[in-house]
């Protein structure tokens, strides 16, 4: 993940925890939950705060009520429930209204992280850097979102 602020701007752990307010909570959300961090996380004692890059998937998750593979992480054992969300291919058993509510979900999400940046910093254009491994699967639906957008 690049750290380049001044070209790329991302979803960071507050915005995807608070993928539902964070336009107009992050001031008093962030005073409010910095009490609640470590500084590390448990499992590998990496760096963890709000303001670190963080899956866009989690908070898409959140938005569509459930629409993705990241739910397992919830709920273990009804994973097989969940593979239809891993590439919202009809194949795999996802339906049309499955992938409309992804798309839903997921665009709404761009639009709140550019307006942030806008409103943040208006005269300098960045490029908005998404963080889930799990796009690789989604790559046909993000080409026909994002006809110009680059894959690393």
Partial sequence: MT????SFFHSNTFYTEAANCF???ERWGKILFA?????TRSMDLMPFSLNLSQEDEVATMILSNGVSYYMPYIFMQQETLFRKYFALDPRDGATPEDEEK??????YL?????????LEQ???PRRLQLKTPLHAARIPILRQLFPKATFV
């Fill in 122 to 124: 208006s005269n300098k």
């Fill in 35 to 39: 009490c609640t961090m470590s500084g």
């Fill in 23 to 25: 336009l107009w909570f």
């Fill in 3 to 6: 750290t380049d602020c001044e």
């Fill in 110 to 118: 761009v639009c709140k992280l550019v307006l942030l940046a806008e």
């Fill in 102 to 107: 992804w798309i839903e979900a997921f665009l």
